[in-house]
């Protein structure tokens, strides 16, 4: 990884060494501007590779490159987007833009659906997470691009694009006509109750549209009866600062501290504090963090713990604590740059520190953690109420629980099933009873709402296994039996029956989350909710 990472700054150095000494020689000594020099040296470069290289290059890809080695020397975050990775970026801010509603990619030749969208028109012609995009207008994708794939599932609002569908069960391609619409990226993924008291969030990431959908959210919530809260932040990659800010506010005292940047250059030094009393500040809240929490995510998590507002249950964050600016620069490309750092209000720094090749960082998730990790001393801080937090290393929870995968630990066996996709595939045999979106099922098996994994599917998916050539561990799978009943409900019930159902089902089994409903009584004694601190100001 690191090797591939460093190749394009290694070649770039290389070219710039050959050139300043072979091409420019004393010229380049002669400026007495160091910047313009540097420019110089980069153009003659470009244009000798432009010139004289064996094979024609492109040189939007020769600049991009440059620029891609030059940012990689800096941080694991910095970063070149060129104008597509810019404008997904984008979207994914605003929350929106016009399609289908789908996420594809190239597996084995072949352009496949990996997620969807409720609502989107996708999600209402039938088409399901696994499916094969085989034709678009009449034309053979085998080998297409993502690139290539969007291009031409992508257009105005309103007009039609015809697609071929290749799914198991189904011995010939579907044909669907799908009409192109605005499409809700939500950031809110399972909103419902637990019991007649507890509201339950899972705030997947962060967008421009956060704060508004979690405002709507708590308010249902309140009307359906919630006295206590359980935020699920696991495996949050974070976002828009501003919207980390928000959600801290609506927990938070106002003028209570959520949050400062530092950094070195103008108006990187910043405070943000709570600017309106939060609606929710007396209500006791139990927030779940996993290894995958990261950045906004870690601003939230933090600031609660911090001013002892909300007990953190869970692993140890990924801890990202760098303000990335994104800049326009032209061509419709843009940087990632950081700026800045962020502390939580006590003053810690959530960043952990990286090695020159990024590697051991940027894999963090994929260790194991230890509950009791030593801690160094310097990084000591204590909450309002005076309880011990620490630095330098993500957001420790107050209470730990392994659960990598979807609240569970299971063996190495079945974590690749879960890579894999096995389980999202398997879901490809079912269809829900009453779905007449896609007319006539083939070979899929009708199911209904509410179905139980009995040991005849867990059999059955089992054959499925075997059918795949996936090499079958008898033990691990007898150990993964609760999470392969989870992970097969699951994401049957994310195909057929939408997500709020199928977290809702996936939360009575998943065994960090059930944990954390067992904290409340903890989490109602922090020292905010009784009047005991003195809040950070």
């Known amino acids: 990884m690191s090797k591939h990472r460093a190749l394009p700054a290694v070649l770039f150095a290389v070219t710039v060494s ?26 003659a470069a470009l244009a000798a590779v432009e010139q004289e290289y ?37 979207e994914r801010q605003e929350g929106r833009y016009y399609g289908l509603g789908i996420t594809i990619s190239p597996l084995d030749g072949d352009i496949t659906v990996m997620a969807l969208f409720e609502g989107s028109p996708a999600y209402k012609k039938g088409i399901r997470r696994g ?23 992508r257009g105005p609002k309103g007009t039609q694009v015809k697609v071929g569908l290749r799914r198991q069960g189904y011995p010939e391609l579907i044909e669907l006509s799908v009409e192109r619409d605005e499409v809700h990226i939500p950031t809110l993924k399972g909103v419902f109750m637990i019991g007649a008291d507890t509201g339950y969030i899972r705030l997947n990431d962060f967008s421009e549209t956060t704060d508004r959908d979690l405002g709507e959210a708590l308010d249902s919530l309140s009307a359906k009866g919630m006295k206590r809260l359980l935020l699920d932040l696991r495996d949050n990659p974070g976002g828009p600062l501003d919207q980390a800010i928000k959600v801290s506010d609506r927990f938070l005292p106002k003028g209570d501290m959520v949050v400062y940047t530092r950094g070195r250059t103008r108006n990187s030094d910043q405070d943000y504090r709570a600017a309106d009393p939060g609606d929710f500040g007396t ?53 990632a740059l950081t700026t800045a750092r962020y502390f939580t209000p006590s003053g810690r720094l959530i960043q952990r520190p990286w090695d020159g090749t990024f590697d051991e960082y940027l894999t963090y998730s994929l260790r194991e953690q230890k509950a009791d990790a030593p801690h160094d001393p310097a990084n000591l801080k204590l909450t309002d109420a005076g309880r011990k937090v620490y630095g330098g290393g993500g957001i420790e929870p107050d209470q730990y629980i392994a659960g990598p995968v979807e609240g569970f630990d299971p063996t190495r066996f079945g974590r690749a099933l879960f890579a894999r996709q096995v389980f999202a595939d398997y ?6 009873e009453g779905d007449t979106r896609i007319k006539g099922n083939g070979q899929a098996r009708t199911i209904t709402r509410g179905f139980t994994v009995d040991d005849a599917m867990v059999a ?22 609760q999470f392969i009943r989870a992970m097969i409900q699951y994401d049957i019930d994310l195909a057929l029956f939408g997500v709020e159902e199928a977290r809702r089902n996936l939360i009575a089994r998943d065994p960090q989350a059930q944990f954390a409903l067992q904290q409340f009584e903890e989490a109602a004694r922090l020292p905010l909710l009784d009047g005991a601190s003195t809040s950070r100001r």
Do not use: C, N
């Open 54 to 90: 064996v094979e024609d290059v492109e040189s939007d890809r020769l600049v991009y490159s440059a620029i891609t080695g030059m940012l990689q020397t800096l941080d694991p975050h910095s970063s070149f987007l060129d104008p597509r990775a810019y404008a997904q970026m984008r």
């Open 460 to 481: 059955d998916f089992r054959a499925y296994l075997q059918s795949r050539k996936v090499r079958i561990d008898d033990e691990a799978m007898k150990t993964d039996d």
């Open 131 to 153: 499916d094969v995009i085989a034709r678009i207008e009449g034309e053979d994708t085998k080998g297409w691009t993502s690139d290539q794939a969007v291009k031409r599932l």
């Open 18 to 43: 050959a050139l300043v000494g072979g091409v420019l020689g004393r010229r380049a000594q002669a400026t007495a501007d160091p910047l313009t020099d540097r420019y110089r040296v980069f153009t």
């Open 283 to 335: 209500m006791p809240i139990v927030v779940l963090v996993s290894r995958s929490s990261a950045s906004a995510a870690e601003i939230v998590s933090g600031a609660l713990q911090d001013h002892d507002r909300a007990l953190i249950v869970g692993e140890t964050t990924f801890g990202k604590a760098l303000v990335q600016s994104v800049y326009r620069i032209s061509e419709g490309a843009g940087l």
């Open 427 to 432: 879901a490809g045999r079912y269809t829900a």
